[in-house]
């Protein structure tokens, strides 16, 4: 297991275990749950993740994977 920094809705960042061979995918799912997972989008350093992309692993509590609901506004990075 890696611990990964993750900030949801603007709320505060904070840290996941998860495998270190996970996708934004399988963290989504971590944290929203199977149900909701399809609702929210990850960007890091101000790129979108796609949900197959690796879990980036050199993540702090200041440069967090950050997770957007869709429709929320304009997308960062973009």
């Known amino acids: 297991m890696v611990k990964v920094w993750v900030q949801c809705d603007k709320n505060t960042s904070e840290k996941i ?3 270190p061979d996970s996708d934004i995918d ?5 944290i ?3 149900a909701d997972k ?6 890091y350093k101000g ?5 197959s992309a690796k879990v980036p ?3 702090t509590d200041e440069t967090s994977i950050i997770f957007s609901k869709i429709g929320d506004g304009p ?3 973009l």
Do not use: E, M, S
């Open 17 to 19: 275990k998860i495998g």
């Open 26 to 30: 399988d963290l989504k799912q971590k």
């Open 32 to 34: 929203f749950g199977k």
């Open 38 to 43: 399809g609702k929210y989008q990850a960007t």
């Open 47 to 51: 790129h979108v993740l796609r949900p």
């Open 57 to 59: 692993q050199d993540t």
């Open 75 to 77: 997308t960062p990075g």
